[in-house]
């Protein structure tokens, strides 16, 4: 495969580099769930419709990374699923929509996959893990009241899209998710019962609880029923990312 882009899913896809070479992935764009500027959105447009049409022209499919999170499936009634008529309620969920709705009609063979939050190495400081860590460092939280995470380990989503990649999937969109919806409470919970890092938490007014719907997800990859997914796993996501990211401080 052809990977555009070299960020924290490009880096964590390059084990796959040599395999499915029908197949260009598009790992680059706004990966920002509270992103909000016009020029970004707009660069990605740019940047996918780029490579769409090189894709269309030179017969391969193209591999996008769209998004579960609650600005795609925030005011979905009952769990998020890929065919519902969705309204998307922030500016990064209708930009992801948009980019979806292009490659329908763009002719050219696709993949999309809406993401739920990865975790793993090398994260961006802006995505979840690390700015709660990064909080909990500093001694507050402010946490958005009833608010819900579906987190999934990086390298459970690379082992996904190897398994859809083979199975010549083309014009399709699927959730890639744990379908656990965590509340961000228990995952501080968690990750300071794992640090020793006391925090006081604020809460904000202002959280989105939604399901991703993994019903497709597990239809086309089987193999997820090895993957333990459900209400605990949760945990050994966290688990795993601090044994490679957390470095207690010195006494």
Request: charged share 25%; aromatic share 0%.
């Given at each position: 495969m052809d990977i555009v882009g070299n960020g924290f899913l490009a880096r964590h896809l390059k084990p796959l580099a040599e395999r499915h070479p029908d197949t260009v992935v598009l790992a680059a764009g706004v990966s920002w769930a509270s992103h909000t500027s016009d020029a970004d959105f707009a660069r990605e447009a740019a940047l996918l419709r780029e490579v769409a049409a090189d894709c269309r022209a030179t017969a391969r499919r193209l591999l996008f990374f769209s998004t579960a999170s609650t600005g795609m499936y925030g005011t979905a009634n009952g769990p998020g699923h890929e065919d519902l008529t969705i309204t998307p309620c922030t500016p990064y969920g209708t930009h992801k929509l948009a980019m979806e709705a292009h490659l329908r009609t763009s002719g050219t063979d696709f993949l999309a996959l809406r993401l739920g939050h990865l975790v793993g190495p090398g994260q961006p400081p802006h995505q979840l893990l690390p700015t709660l860590l990064?909080?909990?460092?500093?001694?507050?939280?402010?946490?958005?009241?009833?608010?819900?995470?579906?987190?999934?380990?990086?390298?459970?989503?690379?082992?996904?899209?190897?398994?859809?990649?083979?199975?010549?999937?083309?014009?399709?969109?699927?959730?890639?998710?744990?379908?656990a919806a965590v509340p961000v409470d228990h995952i501080i919970d968690h990750l300071q019962q794992r640090t020793g890092l006391p925090a006081t938490r604020s809460y904000i007014d202002v959280g989105g609880h939604h399901t991703i719907s993994i019903d497709k997800l597990r239809t086309l990859v089987p193999e997820v029923a090895a993957m333990g997914f459900g209400p605990h796993y949760y945990r050994g996501v966290l688990d795993d990312f601090l044994t490679a990211s957390f470095t207690p401080a010195t006494p």
């Open positions: 990064r909080h909990l460092r500093q001694g507050t939280v402010a946490v958005h009241k009833g608010a819900t995470r579906d987190l999934i380990d990086v390298d459970d989503v690379i082992a996904i899209v190897d398994h859809l990649l083979a199975r010549g999937l083309t014009r399709q969109i699927v959730n890639v998710a744990s379908g």
